[in-house]
């Protein structure tokens, strides 16, 4: 069996129920629904999943038991003597993790010129980044913009973001998003063929373009 077998039928399943989950109205929970859901199912609202971290330098935090765990536990390398001295692999950037910062880094840095080495704990592309749904955080429409996208992240942020970083966010998110295009990255497509619109911050109506 291949990487994607059996995915074409649960895409099926998809578009076989689409028409019925567009008319479906699920109504919506309160606060207290929320919280009980929450408390009962998802594993960083257990209590008893966590425990206190015993040494390093989150020494006195609460953190997952597997977590914590792996935080204190011995290192791979004890025992095994390590001839520094006559290195495996000399670089210019040795890049930790093959996520999307990974991967971007280590493209920048070989584009630059530099002999990179990309280190991953997985199969390269195996991460968070592949996970992300719902749009891209980037203004790439015609009723957005980097401004747009600035004051929304402000306020989703509760005030308390550093300005600075949100600005070097929005204003670099919709040249990323063209080098991706260029590399060849498929993204989710709307109706007038641009990717598919950064998502509306979760309890605040979308800033009205022009403001």
Do not use: C
């Not at 199912?41 to 040494?55: A, Q, T």
């Amino acid at each position: 069996m291949d990487y994607y077998s059996g995915l074409y039928d649960s895409l099926e399943k998809v578009k076989a129920s689409r028409t019925r989950r567009k008319a479906q109205q699920i109504p919506k929970l309160t606060p207290g629904e929320k919280q009980s859901l929450l408390e009962e199912y998802h594993p960083d609202y257990r209590v008893s999943g966590f425990r206190e971290v015993r040494l390093g330098q989150n020494k006195g935090e609460m953190a997952p038991r597997e977590l914590a765990e792996l935080l204190e536990a011995p290192s791979r390398l004890k025992g095994i003597p390590l001839d520094l001295a006559h290195p495996h692999h000399r670089v210019d950037v040795l890049v930790i993790g093959g996520g999307g910062g990974g991967s971007a880094a280590a493209l920048t840095a070989r584009e630059a010129g530099a002999n990179v080495l990309l280190a991953t704990k997985l199969r390269h592309g195996d991460s968070n980044t592949i996970m992300a749904e719902g749009g891209i955080g980037a203004a790439t429409r015609p009723d957005d913009s980097p401004a747009i996208h600035y004051v929304d992240t402000i306020r989703g942020g509760r005030f308390v973001n550093v300005p600075d970083l949100v600005r070097a966010l929005v204003t670099d998110a919709p040249r990323v998003v063209e080098w991706l295009e260029r590399l060849g990255v498929l993204f989710d497509r709307v109706e007038d063929a641009s990717p598919t619109p950064r998502p509306a911050i979760p309890g605040l109506a979308p800033t009205p373009a022009g403001t």
